[in-house]
T-cell receptor, first 113, second 116 residues
Framework: DADVTQTPRNRITKTGKRIMLECSQT?????MYWYRQDPGLGLRLIYY???????NKGEISDGYSVSRQAQAKFSLSLESAIPNQTALYFC????????????FGPGTRLTVT | SQELEQSPQSLIVQEGKNLTINCTSS?????LYWYKQKYGEGLIFLMM???GGEEKSHEKITAKLDEKKQQSSLHITASQPSHAGIYLC????????????????WGLGTSLAVNP
C-alpha cells in the first residue's frame, strides 16, 4: 500500500462549489504539506503543518483552507472553487528533524469549470 | 525570477546517450533534492545532497552539489526510455536556522524524452 494517499484522484467541479481534498499517510511523519502544480509555474506551497496544532500558510494560501485532523490526516478545502484553481494538487510528508526529503502522494487532478 | 533555475527546460536524447541537468540557486544551498515525476503523476524522491562536493549515485543517475557555485548537476549515463519524465530539483534554503520558517523551493523542472 502507498505511504501517502490522496482522495479523490480526479475531480471535476463547478465554480462556486465547496470541495475537499484529503490526504492520509502511514509514514508516521509529523510534517505535512499541500502543493499545487501548474504548467510553467512549478510546485507552489499552499499550506504546511509541522504537527497537529501547528498550521502555516504557504505562498499561495488565498482561497484555500486546511484541517489537520490527526497526525496522519491533512485535508485541503476550496471554499468556493474558481476556474484558476484548476491544477494538480499534491500532498507531501516529511520527518520532523534535520534536513529532510519530502514524500509525495500521487496527486489529485482538479478541474473547476 | 525563479530562486531555483533548472536547465535545460527540455531535453530529447537518443537511448544510450549521456545527459546532464543543472539546478542553480540564487541563494546559498543548505540541502538539495532531486525528484523524478512521470507526466501527471506524483514525485519520486531520487537523492538528497547536503554538503558541498557531495556526490551520490542511484543506478545510472549521479548527482553532485557544488556549494560554491550554488549549483547541483544530475547526470544520467547511458540513458534508457525508463529515464523519461520530468526531473525537479528542490532546495531547502532555511536549513540551519532556528524556528519553523523552513520551506522547500522548487525549480520548474526539466522534461526528458529518450528515443529508443
Amino acid at each position: 500500500d502507498a505511504d501517502v494517499t490522496q482522495t479523490p484522484r480526479n475531480r471535476i467541479t463547478k465554480t462556486g462549489k465547496r470541495i475537499m481534498l484529503e490526504c492520509s499517510q502511514t509514514k508516521g511523519h509529523d510534517r505535512m504539506y499541500w502543493y499545487r502544480q501548474d504548467p510553467g509555474l512549478g510546485l507552489r506551497l499552499i499550506y504546511y503543518s509541522f504537527d497537529v496544532k501547528d498550521i502555516n500558510k504557504g505562498e499561495i494560501s488565498d482561497g484555500y483552507s486546511v484541517s489537520r485532523q490527526a497526525q496522519a490526516k491533512f485535508s485541503l478545502s476550496l471554499e468556493s472553487a474558481i476556474p484558476n484553481q484548476t491544477a494538480l494538487y499534491f500532498c507531501a510528508t516529511s520527518p520532523g528533524q534535520g534536513v529532510y526529503e519530502q514524500y509525495f502522494g500521487p496527486g489529485t487532478r482538479l478541474t473547476v469549470t | 525570477s525563479q530562486e531555483l533555475e533548472q536547465s535545460p527546460q527540455s531535453l530529447i536524447v537518443q537511448e544510450g546517450k549521456n545527459l546532464t541537468i543543472n539546478c542553480t540557486s540564487s541563494k546559498t544551498l543548505y540541502g538539495l533534492y532531486w525528484y523524478k515525476q512521470k507526466y501527471g503523476e506524483g514525485l519520486i524522491f531520487l537523492m538528497m545532497l547536503q554538503k558541498g562536493g557531495e556526490e551520490k549515485s542511484h543506478e545510472k543517475i549521479t548527482a553532485k552539489l557544488d556549494e560554491k557555485k550554488q549549483q547541483s548537476s544530475l547526470h544520467i549515463t547511458a540513458s534508457q526510455p525508463s529515464h523519461a519524465g520530468i526531473y525537479l530539483c528542490g532546495a531547502d534554503l532555511s536549513w540551519g536556522f532556528a524556528g519553523n520558517n523552513r520551506k522547500l523551493i522548487w525549480g520548474l523542472g526539466t522534461s526528458l524524452a529518450v528515443n529508443p
